[in-house]
């Protein structure tokens, strides 16, 4: 009988999106599982890929089926578990299977092909050649196969003679997929018993005191050490060292060490808290069903300051007490060192730790300490739902409501349907937290019981929610007030600085970007290839793309009608902090934005002064608004509240209402009373009314309402189909075609496309429409939205007909996006 591998061939196509067979040779026998990442030859090259399915018969001919090259790990990185879990993505998403499996592998686990040169056989060259070659021969018969990206780069002035005598055949060329970055390995010197390290000081001659040190140190701390630490101890060189090892008095091995960010931070031990009664009621039902093992989601609904980081701790502990594994999610954002502490603390050693501020090496290091068992609590962003353990009992997402858990980019999967599947398939527990949780979310629960509601209205010791006012900016403006803050803000502000208490400044940025207009003509200045605003930088004095990252020098005239009066508009975190100065002399400001947290332990620099009490104003966009726990800060005021608001995309009141609401809930949340001011030009919006008395039900009752008028999530579903090309005509052709194939699809299903008619399913195709971003990079873009409701697999329809269309998609060069569940409206 022959094994056959099964492999997803990692070329992110739909027309390779299918499972090719290889014959796994006799040498990999016993390597090979569902998961296992291996080389594979490729139209011709060798590519990386995943084996999914294992069989002794095959869909090809033996004879002609290609054997596997090679396994790529020693322990397979992916379970058949997460092999399923990505089969099960792919058809969620639309997308293909190698894109949905490769976002479970660390990235450091994303193999390239590299080429490798060496001497054919038999082969020959003159010793003018040797000359000519300059050491490059001399390299290459040495008999090891070398890097051709190395060779290059050494010998950059002959890249000819490589060529040719690869061309003639002197030289052959092997490929190898290879990983970016490895395990680190450190060179360690394990010392030898006293009575040898004593024979060799004997032995050593007199002149060579330096050895002479090594070895009496070795003698004195018989411990392994490092080669390089133990030659900054004796002041020494490791070839020093080395040299000891040769005489075989000390021996020198490769050993793997993990490159752990938090090793150089002692984490103060916390035990578990007495929980309030709200927090044990939460808990109870939580843990019963850890107790049975039985698949469960719950909505926990509580306040800022409402405790919900205690309860998710306590039914972590009771998960690990059984015996399983948990997985935290929390918002990119939010993963400040604050967070992380708070599970260090409690867990210690057993946390691994996974977002994007780590190096790859780093992020690698946490993975195999989750995959090698060392690790049993994974708390990190989005993608650590895919931590690669094999027995999870708990799944939590702290604000479960955020869009960070969508990812943009292909699979445009969402965190929260991910870890209800993965939960699914270990009878695992999902604990879904938020103050202001989701509608779908909160409708599913309310209406549907699952997730089951469980509420915590109230913070923790009694301590009151903060008060809130909102203020009209245009009554300031009519009073002649034009400052950027209010005369309430100013006043409250002067208030913490005289009593030494501090500040929480939001600066709602999204959509309020700051944008070059001219006074006398109204021009904006816009992207040349995308139809966006460029955005102001101050520093560098020039107008970028945030999109495409075309820049250009800030413009002294109007390119439209030359008059001087151009200037930038909007307010970014820099004029703010520039405004805070001069209205408060002698105010310290920290300001946290994207500029100012780009290098590594920024966040936490900034947020250390903070805690110690070394700024009053804490001032920045959204990244201040989550997770932040100060017991100083009293005061939290927002300017531009209303900014988002005017987003196209059916959820910005939702989003401004979650915005405010998790800004408010800074303030207030230990002993001393908290207070929060809202600057706005719109009060009455409910999303701006409904923080006043932190009141979620209201917000939502009205939001659902029209929701529901509109057919829209939580009453509906969306995907969007995006196709781009340099041709308007043609996007508009196909567009048409694709919305009119679907909406016969669905007509042939008998679904209307009535949706006044309450309750019954229905489907209709919105566009195509020029996308809110209608031009990218140089393409327009066009959109076409499948609106559905119901028992609808709307999914099915749009897969079937993009592959009917694939072929004129192709031959007129489209580029096509489905996302299914949009979270964002590009
Ligand atoms: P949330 O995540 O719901 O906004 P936190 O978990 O951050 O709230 O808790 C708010 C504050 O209350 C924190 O400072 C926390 O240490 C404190 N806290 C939580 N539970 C308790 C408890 N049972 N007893 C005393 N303090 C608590
Ligand atoms: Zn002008
Ligand atoms: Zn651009």
Redesign the pocket.
């Known amino acids: 009988m022959t094994a056959v591998a099964r492999v997803i061939v990692d070329v992110p196509s739909r027309e390779t999106d299918r499972t090719f067979d290889y014959l796994i040779p006799d040498r990999l026998s016993g390597w090979v599982e569902i998961g296992t990442r291996v080389a594979v030859p490729f139209g011709g090259r060798t590519l990386q890929g995943i084996v999914t399915g294992l069989g002794a018969d095959a869909e090809v001919e033996l004879a002609r089926m290609k054997p596997l090259e090679d396994v790529l790990d020693a322990i397979t990185p992916l379970s058949s578990e997460l092999v399923q879990l990505g089969v099960w993505m792919s058809k969620r998403w639309l997308c293909p299977l190698t894109i949905a499996l490769q976002a479970m592998l660390p990235a450091a686990l994303k193999g390239r092909a590299e080429k490798y040169v060496f001497p054919a056989e038999g082969a020959e060259w003159s010793d003018e050649e040797t000359a000519q070659s300059g050491g490059l021969l001399h390299a290459l018969r040495k008999g090891q196969p070398l890097k051709l990206s190395g060779l290059l780069q050494h010998y950059p002035e002959h890249g000819d003679l490589l060529r040719r005598w690869l061309l003639d055949g002197r030289l052959e060329e092997r490929q190898k997929v290879e990983d970016r970055l490895s395990v680190k390995t450190v060179q360690t010197v394990f010392p030898s018993d006293a009575e040898t390290l004593k024979r060799a000081v004997a032995e050593l001659p007199a002149r060579a005191h330096k050895q002479r040190e090594v070895l009496a140190y070795l003698a004195d701390q018989p411990e392994p050490i490092g080669v390089q630490r133990l030659a900054e101890a004796v002041s020494t060189t490791p070839s020093t060292i080395r040299s000891l090892a040769e005489r075989g008095w000390i021996d020198i091995r490769a050993v793997t060490e993990d490159r752990d960010p938090y090793a150089d931070r002692d984490f103060p031990v916390s035990l578990p808290m007495q929980l309030t009664p709200a927090q044990a009621a939460a808990l109870l039902p939580i843990n019963d069903a850890l107790e049975q093992r039985s698949n469960e989601v719950f909505l926990l609904h509580g306040v800022t300051g409402s405790g919900k980081t205690e309860v998710y701790l306590q039914a972590i502990q009771r998960c690990m007490e059984s015996g399983r594994e948990a997985i935290v999610l929390v918002p990119e954002i939010a993963l400040t060192p604050q967070m992380v502490e708070r599970f260090k603390s409690r867990f210690g050693a057993r946390v691994a730790v996974l977002h994007s501020r780590l190096s790859q090496g780093e992020r690698y290091d946490e993975w195999r300490k989750i995959r090698e068992g060392r690790a049993q609590v994974a708390v990190g962003a989005r993608s650590a739902i895919f931590a690669p353990f094999s027995k999870i009992g708990l799944i939590v997402i702290d604000e479960e409501h955020e869009t960070s858990y969508k990812q943009e980019e292909s699979p445009k999967y969402h965190a929260r349907d991910v870890a209800v599947e993965r939960a699914r398939l270990h009878g695992a527990v999902v604990v879904l937290g938020s103050a202001t949780p989701s509608l779908e979310t909160y409708q599913a629960a309310v209406d549907g019981g699952r997730p089951k509601y469980i509420a915590m209205p109230e913070r923790v010791a009694d301590r009151p929610l903060p008060g809130v006012r909102i203020v009209d900016m245009r009554e300031e403006l009519k009073l002649g007030n034009r400052a950027m803050f209010s005369r309430e803000l100013a006043e409250a502000l002067r208030d913490r600085l005289d009593r030494n208490e501090q500040t929480v400044l939001l600066l709602n940025r999204r959509g309020y970007a700051t944008f070059v207009m001219c006074r006398s003509c109204g021009y904006t200045a816009a992207?040349p290839?995308?139809e966006?605003s460029l955005t102001y930088h101050r520093g560098s004095h020039n107008l970028r793309?945030h999109?495409?990252?075309?820049a250009e020098a800030e413009p002294k005239v109007c390119p439209s009608c030359e008059s001087p009066h151009i200037r930038f508009f909007g307010t970014g975190t820099q004029k703010v902090e520039e405004a805070l100065a001069e209205a408060f002399p002698g105010i310290r400001v920290i300001r946290m934005d994207v500029d100012t947290t780009t290098e590594k332990g920024s966040h936490e620099k900034w947020l250390t002064q903070f805690r110690e009490r070394r700024a009053d104003v804490l001032l920045g966009t959204q990244m201040v608004a989550k997770g932040l726990d100060f017991p100083y800060v009293t005061l939290v005021g927002v300017l531009a509240a209303d900014a988002a608001l005017r987003l196209p995309d059916f959820r910005a009141s939702e989003r401004t209402f979650q915005l405010l609401t998790q800004v408010a809930g800074r303030a207030g949340r230990h002993e001393l009373p908290g207070e929060v001011i809202i600057q706005t030009y719109d009060p009455e919006h409910v999303s701006i009314d409904s923080v006043r008395g932190h009141d979620y039900k209201g917000f939502v009752t009205k939001e659902l309402h029209v929701r529901r008028q509109l057919g829209y999530p939580p009453y509906g579903r969306l995907i969007a189909i995006t196709l781009s090309h340099e041709s308007v005509p043609m996007l508009l052709s196909v567009g048409e075609q694709f919305a009119m194939r679907i909406r016969e699809k669905a007509a042939a299903l008998g679904i209307s496309s009535d949706f006044t008619e309450p309750g019954r399913a229905a489907l209709e195709v919105l566009g195509p429409v020029s996308s809110p971003i209608a031009r990218?990079?140089d393409r327009y873009r066009f959109q076409c939205m499948v609106k559905y409701r119901g028992d609808v697999d709307a999914s099915f329809l749009a897969s079937q007909v993009l592959q009917e269309m694939g072929d004129a998609v192709k031959r007129g060069g489209l580029q096509v996006s489905v996302d299914v569940d949009p979270q964002m409206m590009l």
Do not use: Q, R
């Not at 999109?547 to 075309?550: A, D, K, M, Q, V």
């Open positions: 992207c290839h995308c966006i793309c999109y495409c990252g075309y990218l990079k």
